[in-house]
Structures are given as structure tokens and as C-alpha cells.
């Protein structure tokens, strides 16, 4: 794992493209530029050179675009070289080879970003980001990559870290002058501030309960009685003819899903067989399927035909219908509403549509995407979302804060409370990968001047 070994591997996925990108990072990386491209001097840096790449042996194996990153100025902090050669996965192989020939090694998984985190180019969260960034499948997991990239995350900390050296410091100061009060009544004093960090570091590490949402995304069940419109709700907001309409009761029997258009996170909607009773054993099979998929669902899509009287829900699925988690979709609004639809769920959020092909209503997939941030289903657009290695560690931090809060009420137990305010700063140290004793003991000299 030493950066004292040149390390090699293809950017790009196997297969066949116009272009492939290989990474060369360590020691030998500007050496093998010059011997492999037959230069006589050693490549410019940051230049894209286009060269002959040629095996040791001399025999040419592509036309390639070189560039030169030197040590300090490169990802990793050491010299890496970018090769980017023609997409064929048997020039990139041969090119490996060759590289491992002249002195290289494979490189292992993510072993690029981890020498750029152990170079101090980037933080833990930033090594973090970059894994994240090149997953998103949304847009909003794009922007919370690219926040986390830029060390929004690693900010935060910092800032927590130095609030909390400052208590510290305060406290260390009363170890070693004893006679002097701590200010524990004090609104502003150290024990309170201990408490108001806490708290911040809790709320921060709620924004973790959206993760999955950010990561693997969202679902959302359209569920109801048979011909109330969801096939024709999952259409809309799929924007798309996936699923069979008709006016014939029971159309859908297995359930079937699509993304949501034009949401900025991913998110998947399931169409589902209606629900009645008294089927068929087919019918009932289905039945117990959109169950499953109401129960596995973030939230619901409750499609009634409004111009009927409600339907008689199975108790089933009356149990699954949360007030948060559910949206009424009181559809058919071409035709006039049956008087009982006033008494059907009225503390549920409804919603009046019409769903008939060209009677779209652009606004229910935006007024869907509101909904699901207001009842923190999603995340909102401004909102960082830390992931649950990150929320561990913080409350971790939280929970020594709140212990070391105890140990300053009477009797008054300094030291204990110093060493559970050092737990917290460890438990921070961990969320950016580093427990920066340095800083701690520049903060308590810079403070106070103890004198000994
Ligand atoms: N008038 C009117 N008819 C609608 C509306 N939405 C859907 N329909 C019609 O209602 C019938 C049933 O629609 P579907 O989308 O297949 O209903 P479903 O809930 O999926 O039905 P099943 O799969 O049988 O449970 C079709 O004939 C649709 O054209 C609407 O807003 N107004
Ligand atoms: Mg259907």
C-alpha cells in the first residue's frame, strides 16, 4: 500500500469505446512516459503529448494522448501519469501489461483516492464523495457528491472541532488552576456549550435518514380498488404507456414499475393490482403481491375513482396508510364527485385529477416531488446528507458531550468531563479520518497562557 510503488490501472469500464483512460501513479510514472514514448527528454507537465506508446521490447501499441502530473500538483500528490489511449479492451490490457513490465504494479480498488486522503490532499468525507459522485443516479445524489467533494462536510467538523478545543481548553485551564470557579451557571459557559454542540452534531446526523434515499432511491406504491386510474397514474408519471389501461376491472395483476420522470431524485413508482375482495385465486395472488409492495413502499400513491361511492379498502391496507406516508388520489375529476367522497379519509392530504390521456397535469409529479420532501420522505435541495458511517461517529460525539455535560454538575468532575469532551473530539476526528492532537494542543496554547 506504499506510495514508494508505482501503481496501474484502466479509468474507464472494460469494453469497446472511442477512448479509454489508463492511470500510472507513483515513483516510476515519469519515467515510464519517457521510455515508453521514446522521448529523449521527460514529458512536460500537465501538456497532453500525443505519442507512440511502444512495448519494451520496442513494438508499437497505440497512438496515445499522454499527460504528466507532477508530485504536489497531481490527484494523488505523487507523479501520475494519464494515459488515454483507443477504447479497445485488448490495447488497455496490453498497455497494463506493459506498464507492469516496466515496474508497476495493479493497483488495488479505490487505492488512487485513498493515496490522495493519505497525501492530505483530501479528507476522509472527500474520498468519500468522490465514490459517491461517481454513483449518483440522481440528480440530487450528484449535488450532495459534489457538496461532500468540495469539503462542505470536513468544513462543518472543523468548525464543531474548534468550538469544542475551545470548552476543552477552558476545562484544562480549571484542571490546573482548580481554585478558580468553573462558570457552570453561566448560560455561555462550557457546560452549556457542550450541550448546544451536542445538539447540533444530532440534528446534523439526522440528515442521515436520507442516505438511501440519496443512494439506492425511492419507491413509490400506487395502490386502490380495481378501475380507480393507477395504471393510468403510473403512465403519467412515467411519461410513458407502460401499463395496460381498460375499462375492465382487474387489467393489472402482477405489479409492475417505472421511474418517475423529471424528479431530481431517483425515484420508482409501482403500479399494482387493485384491491377487492371476493376475487379469484389469480386475483387474490395479485392481491397479496401489491401488499408486499404497500408495505416495501417509502410512500403511497391511494388511487380512488372520486365519482363513486369510496371503495371498501381491505383492513389490510388500512393499516398501512400512514397520514405522512400517504397521498389521497381522488381521480376522475372530469365527472362529478359522489357525495360520500366527502366522509373517505378526510385527514388524508388529497389530491383531485384527472388522468385520462391529454388531460395531463403537469403539476402532479412536481406537487409529488414537494410532497415528498415536506414529509421528509426526501431530502430537501439544501440539505447535506451525511451518510450513516458519518451519523454514527457524530452521535457517538454527541453522546460524550452530553456524558461530560453530566460530570460538570455537582460534584463537579473536571477531569472526567475533559476526557469525554477528548472521546467527542476523537469521534469527530473519525468522520474526516484524523484525530488532530496537533490543533488541540495549538488551541490550548494560543488560549491560555498556562505557564509550566
Ligand atoms: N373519466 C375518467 N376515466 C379515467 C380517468 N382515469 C382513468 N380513467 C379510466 O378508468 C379506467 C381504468 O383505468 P386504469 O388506469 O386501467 O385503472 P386501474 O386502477 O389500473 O385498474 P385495474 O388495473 O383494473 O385495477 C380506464 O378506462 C381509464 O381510461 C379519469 O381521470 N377520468
Ligand atoms: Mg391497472
Known amino acids: 500500500m506504499s506510495s514508494a ?5 484502466a479509468a474507464t469500464p472494460a469494453g469497446r469505446s472511442a477512448l479509454a ?14 521510455e515508453a514514448l521514446h522521448r529523449k527528454l521527460p514529458l512536460a507537465e500537465r501538456r497532453a503529448t500525443p505519442a507512440i506508446w511502444r512495448d519494451v521490447a520496442g513494438k508499437p501499441i497505440d497512438q496515445v494522448v499522454a499527460v504528466l502530473w507532477v ?4 490527484f494523488t500528490g505523487n507523479d501520475s501519469l494519464e494515459i488515454t489511449c483507443h477504447g479497445n479492451p485488448l490495447l488497455v490490457r496490453r498497455l497494463t501489461e506493459d506498464c507492469l513490465a516496466r515496474g508497476g504494479r495493479m493497483a488495488e480498488p479505490g487505492e488512487f483516492t485513498r493515496r490522495a486522503f493519505l497525501a492530505g490532499r483530501m479528507d476522509l468525507t472527500q474520498a468519500e464523495a468522490v465514490a459517491d459522485l461517481i454513483h449518483a443516479s440522481s440528480e440530487r445524489a450528484l449535488v450532495s457528491a459534489r457538496r461532500m467533494l468540495a469539503g462542505e462536510v470536513g468544513q ?17 485551564a480549571h484542571i490546573d488552576f482548580p481554585e478558580e470557579d468553573l462558570p457552570v451557571e453561566d448560560p455561555t459557559g462550557p457546560a452549556s456549550r457542550l450541550v448546544q454542540i451536542a445538539s447540533e452534531l444530532n440534528g446534523y446526523a439526522r440528515t442521515a435518514r436520507h442516505d438511501s434515499a440519496l443512494r439506492d432511491g425511492l419507491r413509490v406504491a400506487v395502490v386502490g380498488a380495481p378501475n380507480a386510474g ?26 409492475l414499475e417505472a421511474p ?57 391496507l388500512i393499516t398501512l396508510l400512514d397520514i405522512k406516508r400517504t397521498l389521497v388520489i381522488a381521480n376522475k375529476s372530469d365527472l362529478p364527485e359522489a357525495a360520500e367522497q366527502q366522509d373517505f379519509l378526510p385527514e388524508f392530504t388529497k389530491l383531485r385529477t384527472c388522468l385520462l390521456p391529454g388531460e395531463d397535469d403537469e403539476t402532479l409529479r412536481a406537487r ?36 461530560a455535560h453530566g460530570h460538570l454538575k455537582a460534584p463537579i468532575q473536571t477531569e472526567l468531563a475533559a476526557a469525554r469532551g477528548r472521546e467527542a473530539l476523537e469521534a469527530l476526528g473519525e468522520v474526516v479520518g484524523r484525530i488532530d492532537n496537533e490543533r488541540m494542543l495549538d488551541k490550548l496554547f494560543a488560549s491560555f497562557c498556562i505557564g509550566k
Do not use: C
Open 5 to 9: 510503488e508505482t501503481i496501474v490501472a
Open 21 to 34: 483512460v489508463l492511470r500510472i501513479d507513483g515513483p516510476l510514472a515519469a519515467k515510464i512516459a519517457t
Open 71 to 74: 508530485a504536489g500538483k497531481s
Open 156 to 172: 462543518k467538523i472543523a468548525h464543531w472541532t474548534d468550538r469544542l478545543l475551545q470548552v476543552l481548553a477552558e476545562l484544562e
Open 230 to 255: 393507477k395504471s393510468s397514474l403510473l403512465n403519467f408519471l412515467a411519461g410513458a404507456d407502460r401499463a395496460l389501461v381498460s375499462a375492465e376491472p382487474g387489467t393489472t395483476r402482477d405489479y
Open 260 to 316: 418517475i420522470a423529471g424528479l431530481p431524485l431517483h425515484v420508482t413508482a409501482v403500479d399494482t393490482a387493485g384491491l377487492r375482495g371476493g376475487g379469484t385465486a389469480l386475483e387474490n395472488a395479485g392481491m397479496l403481491r401489491s401488499l408486499e409492495q404497500a408495505r416495501a413502499a417509502h410512500f403511497l400513491l391511494l388511487v380512488v375513482d372520486a365519482s363513486v361511492k369510496p371503495p371498501a379498502l381491505p383492513p389490510e
Open 368 to 403: 409529488l416531488g414537494a410532497l415528498l420532501i415536506e414529509r421528509e420522505v426526501a431530502p430537501g435541495a439544501e440539505d447535506l446528507v451525511v451518510s450513516v458511517r458519518h451519523a454514527d461517529a457524530l452521535h457517538r460525539a454527541a453522546e460524550a458531550l452530553i456524558l
